[in-house]
């Protein structure tokens, strides 16, 4: 999904290329969309002409319909969590053990960029966490240390217990960041 968007802006943005820079000729040539129209009026209705701005037009607004369908948002749906106790039961959505998460990553000293989802909102969800970490630090360590802090924060919040934190060290950041 995320080339098919790749592939769809960068036709999209060629598109509005060709587009601004027809509108800048033509505002510089007066003449030019005079004659333009004169030569499209003047062609059959099925010309190459005519049949290729059509298309091209066709082109765009596919384009641009496709890539606002691939910027809707799924996660807003997201389930929630459901807790039953002696009272009834308590529902806690996904996104807030996410910020939950992110939240407890922050405090974490050298943990950067993070960012949380929850892939499985069932009884025992599962949490993922990609982050960065400075060169110097030992992954193993502060991965282990990461995950049972946010394992705590979850469990002494919402009372939910965690089947498991995974931890994806996206990368590394540089001295700039400390």
């Known amino acids: 999904m995320v080339k098919l968007r790749k592939v769809l802006v960068f036709i999209s943005v060629v ?3 060709l587009f ?9 040539d ?12 003047n062609e059959p209705l099925f010309s ?4 290729s701005i059509l298309l091209i037009s ?9 890539i606002l369908f691939t910027f809707k948002k799924g996660e807003k749906n997201k389930e929630a969590i459901k807790i039953a106790n002696a009272g009834g039961t308590v529902s806690i959505s996904a996104q807030t053990i996410e910020t939950l998460a992110k939240l407890e990553a922050q405090n974490t000293p050298d943990i950067y960029d993070i960012r ?20 110097t630090i030992s992954i193993p360590v502060i991965s282990v ?12 919040t919402t009372g939910t217990d965690i089947e498991n934190v995974r931890i994806l060290i996206a990368g ?3 001295p700039d960041k400390k």
């Open 15 to 17: 598109l509005s290329g």
């Open 20 to 28: 601004t820079a027809f509108g800048v000729y033509s505002a510089l």
């Open 30 to 41: 007066s003449d030019f969309v005079y004659k333009l129209g004169v030569s499209i009026n």
């Open 48 to 51: 190459g002409l005519r049949i």
């Open 58 to 66: 066709l082109l765009f607004l596919a384009c641009v319909i496709a």
């Open 116 to 135: 949380t989802d929850v892939v499985d909102a069932d009884t025992k969800p599962v949490v993922e966490v990609r982050a960065k970490v400075p060169p």
């Open 145 to 156: 240390q990461l995950q049972d802090s946010i394992r705590e924060k979850i469990m002494e």
């Open 172 to 174: 590394i950041v540089g």
